[in-house]
């Protein structure tokens, strides 16, 4: 299975924008999806149709970020959602002045302050930001657990 392709819904007239454009870009987001498309307490859902303007602290400029999901269930309530692995939604650990280091704390401050615009985007519309990560996936039991495990390597024998 690819970790990003096309997602196709089996209920098109959930979905708020061009359902024959929806991308995936992890197997999480995939799953995510299918739990939207056929959650009937979710009235309607979308991904990356909503697009919030925020101020990268590292460059000094403006640029636009792409929600992952927008979802708008039966009984009213919204939130916007971004799926991301929890590594990344703490500062970085480990030996400092690496490239390592360096990349995970630019990709730790980008999304603080596009989480910080989101969520006063969302708290101006009555909506409400949350970040999935693989923990909530799983409590929310949306992320399907490892159906088999995994077996013992065991060489072959050659038969020379």
Known sequence: MAYSGKFKPKNVNKYR?????????????RHC?????????????SSEEVVVPYFYEVDKKYHRYFIDLKITFAN????????????????????KRTKKYISEGLT?????NKWEAAN???KDRNWDFQIWTEHTLHDMGIKPKSTKPLKP????????
């Open 120 to 122: 006063k985007f969302a």
């Open 17 to 29: 924008g061009d359902y024959t454009k929806i991308v995936y870009r992890s197997l999480w987001e």
């Open 33 to 45: 999806f299918k739990w939207c498309d056929l959650n009937k307490d979710i009235k309607g859902w």
């Open 76 to 95: 009213g309530k919204t939130i916007l959602v971004e799926v991301k692995p929890d590594k990344e939604t703490r500062p970085p650990t480990g030996a």
């Open 108 to 112: 730790y401050v980008k999304n603080m």
């Open 153 to 160: 390597y065991s060489r072959k024998k050659s038969n020379k």
